[in-house]
């Protein structure tokens, strides 16, 4: 199939990958030069593991190409996803103007039918106004094109995206017609074992899939968060609790695991747009309320350990902050717990050396420059860089390099042996025999 992707973010460009990946000639769509012209040197402009050789590949076999102008590809084209951000406006609901630029433009240059699929995170009824800016641009035209748009939303994890595409647990599409129905299964059929993975529904129905789906897991995520903080009151590991309502089958394992709160581009402004659509319909979305209001705090949970043990001043204090990502696997750090743990300790007097595997340039660009002008944070290349003469290791994301360290050779490099643990990393007896003062979320009763 001819294929066009317009916008070559995470989604974008792994959806364009993996299109290509499967025979498909696919022309992927931005209005960022630079990360056009970069693409063509074989650049990337996001982290994602295994998508560099995909890229390469494809391209190579002449089925991957990039342009920044929508008007040269859209002739001739099969299917025509969006996938434009869809980030928070000023009132937290999802700012549709670059979906809805975008399908002025579809409509500006449509000249044959093509399935319009909305990838890209939206509201309820969003499918509605971008068929109408597409007939808008028709009429002007006075062209009687005809043309379907389908919702076909991602859940793709940033991390794990292409293995998230390529096998995924189930494609949702929600179409209105039988013809754009089809279309899109026969291009998704290859990539599910299981014909019944793919799930047809109405397209209010899958937009509405989407915002729910992140709303589930974020809800399972504060609620953790909450029981854990509610553990260190009371004396209890949240470990054990947490294994012990994991082995239950209704429940499960996934996104119980309590930490420094939720981050990304993704949790944070769907949950926030799904409470102002439930405002628009009247409704009060308590528990979506409860959700966020919880993961915000959270937040702040890994410093306030820090100011109970040292107190709220901590000038002359130096501290090795390990994980800026939102989450391993991904260079991300859009609402990423690191940055409000950052901003704490600086405001609190402490100077911070950091480290994160794959976040290092992006932190240098979107991180205060005065911060590194004023020698409050320094950001290093390697993972040992960190301690030498810190007071304490904060451990924020669990990259798989953090998950078993070699404790002799800190313990041989910091100052003082103490380790603030976001992510609940290792074992508390461990770290006693070990020698550190071990801090994690959820786990004071363990913390001797
Ligand atoms: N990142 C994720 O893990 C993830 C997962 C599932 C769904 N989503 C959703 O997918 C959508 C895209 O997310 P993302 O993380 O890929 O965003 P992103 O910010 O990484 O990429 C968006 C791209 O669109 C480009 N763009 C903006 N306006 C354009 C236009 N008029 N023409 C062409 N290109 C344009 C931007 O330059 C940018 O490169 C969002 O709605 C998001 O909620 C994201």
């Not at 390469?56 to 001739?76: H, M, P, Y």
């Not at 529904?201 to 897991?217: P, Q, V």
Request: glycine share 8%; aromatic share 8%.
């Amino acid at each position: 199939m001819k294929i066009v992707v317009i916008g070559t973010g995470y989604v974008g460009l792994v959806t364009g990958a993996c299109f290509a990946e499967r025979g498909n000639k696919v022309t992927c769509v931005d209005i960022d030069d630079t990360k056009i012209n970069n693409l063509h040197k074989g650049i990337l402009p996001i982290y994602e593991p295994g998508l560099e050789d995909l890229v390469k590949t494809n391209v190579e076999q002449e089925r991957l190409f990039f342009t920044t102008s929508i008007a040269d590809v859209i002739d001739g084209a099969d299917l025509i996803f969006i996938a434009v951000g869809t980030p928070p406006g000023e009132d937290g609901s999802a700012d549709l103007q670059y979906v809805l630029g975008v399908a002025s433009d579809i409509g500006k240059h449509l000249t044959d039918y093509a399935v319009i699929v909305d990838k890209s995170t939206v509201p309820v009824g969003t499918a509605d106004a971008v068929t109408a800016k597409i007939q808008v641009e028709l009429d002007k035209r006075k062209l009687d094109t005809t043309f379907d748009v389908v919702s076909n939303p991602e859940f793709l994890k940033e991390g794990a995206a292409i293995e998230d595409f390529m096998r995924p647990d189930r494609v949702v599409i929600g179409a209105a017609s039988d013809k754009a129905a089809e279309i899109m299964n026969d291009l998704y059929k290859s990539f599910v074992p299981n014909y019944q993975d793919i799930i047809i529904m109405g397209i209010r129905d899958a937009e509405m899939t989407k915002y729910t789906a992140n709303s589930m897991l974020a809800t399972k995520i504060s609620f953790m968060n909450e029981i854990a903080n509610l553990c260190d009151i009371l004396g209890v590991d949240v470990e054990n609790v947490r294994q012990g309502i994991g082995s239950d089958r209704r429940i499960g394992f996934s996104f119980i695991y309590p930490g420094c709160g939720y981050g990304g581009s993704c949790f944070p402004k769907d949950i926030q747009a799904l409470i102002r659509t439930a405002n628009s319909a009247n409704y009060d979305a308590i528990i979506l309320k409860a959700v966020e209001q919880r993961n915000n705090l959270q937040k702040y949970r890994l410093f306030e350990k820090i100011v109970d043990r040292y107190g709220k001043d901590l000038s002359g204090m130096t501290f090795a902050l390990w994980g800026l990502s939102f989450k391993p696997g991904t260079d991300d750090m859009r609402e990423a717990p690191s940055k409000i743990i950052l901003h704490e300790l600086i405001a609190a007097g402490a100077k911070v050396v950091a480290y994160d595997p794959a976040s290092i340039e992006i932190a240098r660009k979107e991180l205060p420059k005065e911060w590194f002008e004023h020698g409050h944070l320094k950001l290093v290349e390697h993972q040992y860089e960190v301690f030498p003469d810190v007071d304490a290791l904060v451990l924020v994301t669990d990259w798989k390099s953090f998950n078993t360290p070699d404790f002799e050779r800190m313990k041989d490099l910091m100052k003082s042996h103490v380790i603030f643990d976001g992510r609940n990393q290792y074992q508390p007896k461990l770290m006693h025999k070990l020698g550190f003062s071990y801090l994690s979320i959820g786990r004071d009763a363990t913390n001797g």
